[in-house]
């Protein structure tokens, strides 16, 4: 049996000026979504040399295509806590947009907001 973990994301797009020979850089965003659920598998992760292990949770490749609606192949970049993912499309580098974790301080050991 896989345990799962409710979290709560917002979801921004992001608006963004330059070109590929030059850069890129976000002008403004826009919250497409300020409440945006996903359902994470929960997995142990450990640490080599230690008789230590965590709880962890990541949205998987999917989940976050989807809920920036992006429709191509893009890279993904994660915070260290896995609470701030920022989406670019791969040919080129352009930013498509973040989802920013609300329901969580941490998803890297899972730690609630507030607790």
Sequence with gaps: MTTTVSTTWEV???????????GWEVHDRT???????????????CYPGQNLSRPHAAPSKEQVEEAITCGEYCDIDTDWHG??????????GYPLGQL????????????????
């Design 83 to 92: 609470t701030v993912i920022t989406v670019y499309r791969a040919r080129d």
């Design 12 to 22: 921004w797009l992001c608006e963004v000026v330059g070109n590929e020979k030059y």
């Design 100 to 115: 920013v974790c609300v329901s969580h301080e941490s998803l890297s050991p899972l730690r609630l907001r507030g607790s």
């Design 31 to 45: 919250c497409l979504n300020r409440c945006y659920h996903l359902d994470l598998p929960v997995h142990e992760l």
